[in-house]
């Protein structure tokens, strides 16, 4: 992407790092490996005797490649978009309430001794959230990974939920958590609902730029600020070409409004 910096998105690139780490130890553990993922898979069988870790270290575990591939890449294309918009505390507050949410909700409605592996719940909440926040900004999504559509965000949104509900009544793919992709959804659903009006408080604010410099002899009340309209133009924006059309310092923009808004 276009003079992204690393500081934009720190938590999808750790998020992404440490899920390939875990598959490839897992991978390097051989039988082991398999035996270890056990305790740290979830199941109600694990949460009914008191394995609460298992909230939160299931989503780190994959099946195989593919599963850990589809994860990884959606994690990456919605993920940097959603944390430089959110910040990385917000984001990565979803990415974990999506994942034990999903993974609840698969497991009260699952027999109790089979296990939930993967990301899935927590890259669904991560992908609902950026689709609600920005309903008609354009995406293009990788049809079987191979064929680019051009569409609304929303629609990819209703596309996914959709499917996983279509794939949930008619009982297909049974190996896969439904359940799980529904519950992270819902989440993201639920935090874009909630966190859209942020964007509509804040225009017309004015916020000190921290990246210019102080008047020789003058106070903080002097510093030059961006006009107000300046994130109103960013996130229309958005709305109109999408998140990956902004420049640096357009993006940054949005990270100087974010840094006023937790100083308020």
Sequence with gaps: MFGERPTQHPATRILIIANVAVFLLQYLLGPVGGSIAQIFALTGEGLGSGAIWQLVTYQF?????????????????????????????????????????????????????????????????????????????????????????????????????????FFLLFRLMPGVGHLAHLGGFATGWIFGRAYRPRFGDGYGWTFRNPFTSRPPGGSPEMEIIPPARTVDEVIDKVMREGIESLTRDERRVLEESRSFRRRR
Excluded: K
């Design 61 to 165: 575990l994959h099946g195989n490649l593919l599963h850990l591939l589809v994860n990884m890449v959606a994690l990456w294309f919605a993920g940097r978009e959603l944390e430089v918009v959110v910040g990385t505390r917000r984001f990565v507050a979803l990415y974990f309430i999506g994942g034990i949410v999903g993974g609840l909700l698969q497991t009260v409605f699952s027999p109790s001794d089979i296990p939930l592996i993967g990301a899935s719940a927590s890259v669904c909440a991560v992908m609902l959230a950026l689709t609600t926040l920005f309903p008609t900004m354009p995406i293009t999504a990788l049809l079987f990974f191979v064929l680019p559509i051009r569409m609304r965000a929303r629609t990819l949104g209703f596309i996914l939920v959709g499917a996983s509900l």
